[in-house]
């Protein structure tokens, strides 16, 4: 619980994801791989249904979760908060197109440094 609150005191972003991970118990490349389509805030639900990997080989790729099925996991109220925050965060930055994507980018590079 200290390291979520750390998180969330030095990079917020960071510290929100932390907080849906928590919740969800979702891998590393499935959190990477969640679309807004596949969370439902007023019901507090997010479908797992894909990963994001790479090898050597094919570089960075979106596949299917390790056990080739979806799942429908239940949120907490804290990562709900999250969720929204970061939607709220990420409308504000769709005004500037130029500033999403190197974000995208980070996070992306980021799940698969971590996974290599």
Do not use: Y
Not at 18 to 33: N, W, Y
């Amino acid at each position: 619980m200290a390291t979520l609150v750390l998180a969330r005191e030095t990079d917020p972003e960071t510290g929100r994801w932390l907080d849906v991970a928590a919740a969800t118990g979702a891998r590393r490349g499935e959190i990477c791989a969640l679309r807004w389509s596949n969370i439902d805030l007023d019901r507090q639900t997010v479908r797992i249904e894909r990963s994001v990997s790479a090898t050597k080989e094919h570089g960075v790729f979106i596949k299917t979760t390790k056990t080739d099925r979806f799942r429908l996991v239940s949120l907490t109220d804290q990562a709900t908060q999250s969720l929204i925050a970061l939607r709220r965060a990420v409308l504000g930055r769709d005004k500037h197109r130029s500033a999403v994507r190197p974000r995208v980018r980070e996070r992306i590079e980021s799940c698969v440094a971590v996974a290599s």
